[in-house]
């Protein structure tokens, strides 16, 4: 019994006593019951109302629990993930199969989206990663491991195989995809390095026990289960609404597992090509790529004087590097206040420090006020343990505002960093694998037998049609 | 990564109220991602005293002891009360119209023997990845069970 139990709880309780007449109780037994009860203490308050027994033979009814979903279907989804994998890796670099990878698509929304509801999936998977790596107390579900750890893997030899036909969030947007514009290419530079910022804060929190800010914010769950919150709601229709024109937004400019995957796939073994045998540079696939991924042959220049500019500002921003990430650690202090009020904890025992003096309310308690009087119950010990995790976001924060420092540094030094390229290819980070390209090379047609097959059933003896205009 | 598959388990976990955590702050019934809460009023029959007047089912100085609308604690009439035997009276939760409010729980927890209280269901519940009442509730009553254990039932009065 909570010990507070108030004046007006007494009145409504008396009430019942005198009114209900129970023939088993005596009313002045059963008021001093209630007497003593008011002196609360556990041991009393143990069994108010003792249960009857039944003359008529009434069985008591059993508490039901209804399962949830059987322990099996874990392993049926990682099943499930596992082979979505294998094929998305057999229509992108056996099949070359566009329409292939659309129905991959489709069926991984069904599942993975619609019917499994977006969770769990390999985007959250990161911040159950990361708890466990902070909290010896967490224990991720071997499940959960596989999501994380099965589409990094593959990425390591078949890049974004998992966002090309896997992930339900990428199916969504590419199968929204109508007409896509370019990005400028400053401004892609510029949004490519938001993953890894929102990696890192998706990290931070749910590494302090804080919050699974990925999830919150997740704008496409609340689209496959047709409910959430407000915000999220006109989030996903919004994103949705502007990946007809913007080759998957969400991918490419917010998605934290993403840019793990684009990291494994930077270093994969396999890469996809747009050519399958070599490039003519006919040019024929330069816009093909809606997601701006496709780079067009550069020369580098090798004279000199350009030469030594080039090693000149790479040693600039090499050298810039460190400063970027002390300063953003900096910066990044004055943040932590902000993901410490995130935390329930910390901001609870906030209010506790400041209302202390402030007696305890009466009456009907709004939840706000009752986490209060949980926090006041045993306040130095919450105080004290409010404090702990604040210290540790502290730290978090400036390790966080350092990774900041270190994607920006390392995007300009990747940008200052010339690569030579004689083909026509993807940038492997960048790729998603959705097959587009392929059919826009002509080798790629003649492989698939397309002018020969073309040439050897004319129709009705007419000259033969070119097949690529 | 290695310390972190050695500490996976085999189970997954699912979201459970802790009854003697709770303290009825009528969150889950309005924080859950659901548009009906997954949480839901469970009943204990063990410790119910099946009382006549039901401190869950009537308001505080009721009218009358009758299953009237204007007598009833239930926002949504999901507590059904049938006679048993004079002068006992069993309470049964319809699962369908309650809404996880815990009013009644607070009833029957601060006048009653405190066999109503509150758990996530899992029939219902879709296990998010976090749960959106978790981060909200004023008792800290959340936490992650084995799924293979899914409910924390009362089985005895006020946790004792």
Redesign the interface.
């Known amino acids: 019994?909570?010990p507070d139990?108030n004046e007006?709880?007494l009145?409504?309780?008396g009430?019942?006593?005198n009114?209900?007449a129970?023939?088993?109780f005596n009313p002045t037994l059963s008021l001093s019951v209630l007497i003593l009860l008011l002196i609360s203490t556990?041991?009393l308050?143990?069994?108010?109302?003792?249960?009857?027994d039944?003359?008529?033979g009434?069985k008591?009814?059993?508490?039901?629990?209804?399962?949830?979903?059987a322990?099996i279907y874990?392993y049926v989804d990682v099943a499930v993930l596992a082979a979505c994998i294998a094929i998305s890796v057999f229509l992108i670099y056996r099949k070359r199969s566009r329409a292939g990878l659309v129905g991959l698509s489709l069926f991984s929304l069904a599942y993975f989206g619609f019917y499994r509801?977006g969770?769990?999936c390999a985007i959250?998977?990161v911040?159950?990663?990361a708890l466990?790596?902070f909290e010896?107390g967490?224990?991720?579900?071997?499940?959960?491991?596989a999501f994380f750890i099965l589409p990094l893997a593959v990425s390591l030899f078949f890049g974004r195989s998992f966002c090309a036909g896997v992930c339900p969030h990428g199916a969504l947007q590419d199968l929204v995809l109508l007409k896509p514009i370019k990005v400028p290419a400053w401004l892609e530079q510029a949004l490519s390095t938001l993953p890894f910022i929102y990696l890192g804060a998706g990290v931070l929190l749910a590494g302090t026990g804080s919050?699974?800010l990925i999830?919150?914010y997740d704008p496409f769950v609340p689209v496959f289960?047709l409910?959430?919150?407000a915000l999220m709601v006109i989030a996903g229709v919004a994103l949705l609404a502007l990946g007809m024109f913007v080759g998957r937004p969400y991918c490419r400019f917010l998605c934290p597992y993403g840019a793990l995957l684009k990291a494994g796939a930077m270093v994969s073994r396999w890469r996809v090509t747009v050519t399958p045998d070599n490039c003519t540079q006919c040019r024929l696939c330069e816009t093909s790529c809606p997601f701006g991924a496709l780079r067009e042959p550069e020369e580098v220049q090798t004279t000199p004087s350009v030469l030594r500019q080039d090693r000149r500002r790479l040693a600039f921003l090499i050298a810039l590097l460190p400063v970027l990430v002390l300063g953003c650690a900096w910066v990044g202090d004055f943040f932590s206040g902000a993901a410490a009020a995130l935390n329930?904890t910390v901001s609870l025992a906030d209010r506790l420090a400041a209302e202390k003096e402030t007696p305890a309310k009466s009456g009907a308690?709004?939840?706000?006020d009752?986490?209060l009087?949980?926090a006041r119950q045993n306040a130095d010990e919450f105080l004290r343990n409010a404090e702990a995790i604040r210290k540790r976001i502290t730290t978090g924060s400036r390790i966080f505002g350092g990774w900041v420092g270190l994607v920006i540094g390392l995007k300009l030094v990747g940008l200052s960093v010339h690569r030579r390229r004689k083909d026509y290819e993807p940038t492997p980070g960048d790729c998603l694998a959705c097959a587009r390209c392929f059919e826009f090379c002509p080798s790629e047609l003649v492989r698939r037998g397309f002018p020969n097959g073309f040439a050897s059933q004319p129709l009705d003896g007419s000259p033969l049609e070119p097949a690529l205009k | 990564m290695g310390s972190i598959a050695m500490r996976s388990s085999a189970m997954n976990t699912v979201w459970q109220i802790d009854p003697q955590k709770c303290v009825r702050c009528g969150n889950c019934a309005t924080h859950c991602v659901l548009e009906q809460s997954a949480v839901k009023c469970v009943h204990a029959y063990a410790i119910c005293g099946y009382c006549q007047l039901c401190t869950g089912y009537f308001e505080p100085e009721p009218n009358d002891l009758n299953t009237g609308a204007e007598n009833c604690l239930c926002p949504t009439a999901a507590i059904k009360r049938t006679f048993v035997e004079d002068p006992y009276f069993e309470y049964t939760i319809d699962e369908r119209l309650c809404i996880g409010c815990a009013k009644c729980v607070e009833g029957c927890n601060r006048f009653g023997n405190g066999s109503l209280f509150l758990q996530v269901r899992h029939d219902r519940c879709v296990n998010c990845n976090e749960c959106a009442i978790s981060k909200v509730c004023a008792g800290d009553a959340f936490r992650r069970v084995p799924a293979n254990a899914p409910y924390l039932l009362k089985t005895t009065s006020h946790g004792l």
Request: charged content about 20%; aromatic content about 6%.
């Open positions: 019994m909570r139990a007006s709880g009145t409504a309780a009430g019942p006593e009114r209900a129970r023939p088993r556990v041991a308050a143990q069994q108010r109302f003792p249960p009857p039944f003359e008529s009434h008591l009814p059993l508490t039901t629990t209804p399962a949830g979903r322990f874990e509801k969770c769990v959250g998977s911040q159950n990663i466990a790596l010896p967490y224990a991720v579900p071997v499940s959960v491991l919050a699974f999830c919150q289960r409910s959430g919150r329930p308690l709004s939840p706000d009752l986490a009087d949980r």
